[in-house]
């Protein structure tokens, strides 16, 4: 158990629809990152945050988002949802900014049909 | 940009035989290197990590070194066992410092009793 906790464990959605998903990191940890995998893409950066302001973006649709809150807890909003957006979303902790740990959740796997 | 490459799987052995996954990567700093575990159904772990140049990374029995003059990160294990099985990710920390891991695409690792 890495600490880092993620719900919902499963997501099924139609196409056109709004999410949530939802990421608490390791207690201390003040950087939260996403990710996104999927079979085609692999695992890719979507965003960081660190103790409440973004701090790196990636590959982030415009239809995705993300916010952390002053707890420390995230959410990624995907919206407009396209078959394409199925995939595992994967929420990651880390003591500070630099990345040398980063502690994985188990992930949220969205499947939009 | 900064990139990681893997060898392609799927890698099937018999139980106690040697592993090698190769890992090399692109980077235009000096990044930290990382091997990240992931079993079915589970996030990723991280399993082993490398911060600087001929630094050595170990953990159940796997180790891997950064060789910075071939770029570098082989994971490698002397005898695997049944419940190695698994997607191995190398991955290294973004140079421009804002965080993010790049990951390659993971080696499917099947070992067989």
């Known amino acids: 158990d890495s600490g880092v906790t993620q719900t919902p464990k499963h997501l099924i959605t139609a196409t056109g629809q709004r999410v949530t998903l939802r990421c608490s990191p390791r207690s201390g940890d003040l950087s939260v990152y996403w990710y996104q995998q999927s079979l085609d893409q692999g695992l890719q950066f979507l965003i960081q945050y660190y103790n409440g302001e973004e701090r790196a973006k990636g590959n982030i649709l415009e239809r995705f988002s993300a916010q952390q809150f002053p707890d420390l807890h995230s959410e990624l909003n995907l919206s407009s949802l396209e078959l394409g957006d199925s995939a595992l979303y994967f929420c990651?902790?880390?003591?500070?900014?630099?990345?040398?740990?980063?502690?994985f959740g188990p992930g949220t796997r969205l499947t939009v049909t | 940009g900064d990139s990681v490459t893997q060898m392609e799987g799927p890698v099937t052995l018999s139980e106690e035989a040697c592993l090698t996954i190769?890992?090399?990567?692109?980077?235009?700093?000096?990044?930290?290197l990382f091997w990240y575990v992931q079993y079915p159904g589970e996030g990723l772990q991280l399993l082993l990590k490398a911060t600087k140049a001929d630094d050595k990374g170990s953990n159940k029995g796997f180790e891997a070194t950064y060789r910075k003059e071939t770029t570098s990160f082989h994971l490698e294990k002397g005898s695997v066992q049944v419940s190695d099985s698994a997607v191995y990710f190398c991955?290294?920390?973004?140079?421009?410092?804002?965080?993010?891991?790049?990951f390659g695409q993971g080696t499917t690792l099947q070992v067989k009793p």
């Open positions: 190769n890992c090399t990567y692109t980077a235009t700093g000096y990044p930290s």
């Open positions: 991955a290294l920390s973004d140079s421009s410092n804002t965080g993010k891991l790049i």
């Open positions: 990651a902790s880390s003591r500070l900014a630099e990345p040398y740990e980063q502690y």
